[in-house]
Nanobody, 122 residues
Framework: QVQLVESGGGLVQAGGSLRLSCAAS????????MGWYRQAPGKQRELVAD???????NYADSVKGRFTISRDNAKNTVYLQMNSLKPEDTAVYYC????????????????WGQGTQVTVSS
């Protein structure tokens, strides 16, 4: 059973910083792209940032220059450093990972974390 466990959310004032972590555990062949999504009340879930196994990153325009995604492949963990937070960053943040499972042949599945609340007060 594969699990993604997130940590690091909370309440912070505008201009502050938070760091999110997401660790994958269980039995799997490998992890491809890992990323962070967020969903604010009444809005659709949107991509915040993602990172490939080789370290190529991709960011939403709204967070470029403020957020940094990184990963530790040895620990199967992805991080999101969030600086200069704004009230509009308030949302539930979800970790996502494209994980390869071997059951005789290899298939790739998308897994999601349980979500962690980030609230930025003005």
């Amino acid at each position: 059973q594969v699990q993604l466990v997130e940590s690091g959310g909370g309440l912070v004032q505008a201009g502050g910083s938070l760091r999110l972590s997401c660790a994958a555990s269980g039995s799997f062949f490998s992890i491809n792209t890992m990323g962070w999504y967020r969903q604010a009340p009444g809005k659709q879930r949107e991509l915040v940032a993602d990172i490939t196994t080789g370290g190529i990153t991709n960011y939403a325009d709204s967070v470029k220059g403020r957020f940094t995604i990184s990963r530790d492949n040895a620990k199967n963990t992805v991080y999101l450093q969030m600086n200069s937070l704004k009230p509009e960053d308030t949302a539930v943040y979800y970790c996502n990972a494209q994980i390869q499972i071997s059951t005789g042949f290899i298939r790739t599945y998308a897994y999601w974390g349980q979500g962690t609340q980030v609230t930025v007060s003005s």
